[in-house]
């Protein structure tokens, strides 16, 4: 049996980390483009995370300095994923469902 859940709990956290990659993407600042083309899905052996690559990615995203007050949840990604915990538990519960329909 859990050998056909990891699957499905992986694939869950996969797929909502891909939604939550793009709905970053939208969400940054656009100066150059460089901060959303550094957003990505990256995989993991739990799923897949989110991450965001520029250099400047921490600064803009939690701020601190130079007159930008600190955001300890993030600005950006950090609102983007929250409630990524309910999200990915109905997606694999709908997946689980279609699966034990399918046995």
Not at 4 to 21: F, H, L
């Amino acid at each position: 049996m859990r050998a056909r859940v990891d699957p499905i709990a992986r694939d869950a956290c996969n797929d909502v980390a891909g939604t939550i990659a793009t709905d970053t993407r939208g969400r940054v600042p656009r100066r150059s483009g460089r901060l959303a083309a550094s957003v990505s899905r990256v995989p993991d052996p739990d799923g897949a995370r989110v991450v965001m690559s520029a250099p400047y990615a921490g600064w803009i995203e939690y701020g601190g300095t130079r007159g930008r007050p600190y955001v300890a949840d993030g600005r950006y990604l950090g609102a983007a994923a929250r409630g990524a915990d309910r999200k990915i538990a109905a997606q694999a519960e709908r997946d689980l469902e279609r699966e034990a329909r399918a046995w």
